[in-house]
């Protein structure tokens, strides 16, 4: 009878175990995704550890059954928040539409009011580039690695039959899609920021599509 307690009680705190194990995956997940998202909106700097743990609905304390540090966890969430762009242009990119009109479809989408003003939701490769060129090795590496995705992609996508040629396009091409958006956020006149939006779009579809 003893040992079917205890076998009994084992199970249990078996159970607790993984059980807690479990939540502290998710909580940690949720943190990240959330620091991922208001660093888009605020900057690395614009936000506090406090502020994100309470919008996780966590405690300010709870911070370090998590993170090492603040600046781990900038890693992690400039890394997801770069993923999360990723992932919106490789579907696009592996769509059995064209070449030219899945270029011109991602000039358009990344060139949008849209993407201009949804920054929680945006590409981290523009809303983060001057965070990360300040931050810590491993949010540089992680943002050096989707830059030579999306070359990558526009190079796939650019219709030219040498390979130096496409590399240098998809170069040009990414650089005027960060910079416009970048521009067209930071002007305070509306009508300019659109301006500076159709113009590059323009551009890069009639120069590289």
């Known amino acids: 009878m003893t040992s079917i307690i205890l076998f009994v009680k084992h199970k249990s705190r078996y159970r607790r175990m993984g059980s807690s194990k479990a939540e502290k995956a998710e909580n940690h997940e949720r943190i990240v995704k959330i620091a991922a998202a208001r660093f888009r909106e605020a900057g690395i700097e614009g936000i506090g550890v406090a ?31 770069l993923q999360d762009g990723g992932k919106t242009v490789a579907a696009l990119a592996n769509s059995k539409q064209s070449r030219h009109i899945l270029f011109a479809a991602l000039v358009d989408a990344y060139l949008s009011v849209a993407h201009r003003d949804g920054l929680a939701s945006s590409c981290a490769v523009t809303t983060l580039a001057g965070d990360v060129a300040r931050s810590n090795d491993k949010a540089r590496s992680a943002y050096t690695d989707q830059v030579s995705l999306y070359l990558k992609v526009l190079g796939d996508l650019i219709a030219s039959e040498k390979s130096t040629s496409k590399r240098t396009a998809a170069i040009t091409a990414l650089a005027t899609l960060v910079g416009a958006v970048s521009m067209a956020r930071a002007v305070n006149d509306t009508a300019l920021s659109e301006e500076i939006l159709a113009s590059a779009a323009n551009q890069l579809k009639a120069l590289l599509g």
């Not at 370090?64 to 603040?70: D, E, N, V």
């Open 51 to 81: 502020d994100l743990m309470k919008d996780a609905g966590m405690t300010h304390g709870g911070f370090y059954r998590h993170f090492a540090s603040r600046e781990e966890l900038v890693a992690e969430a400039v890394a997801c928040a």
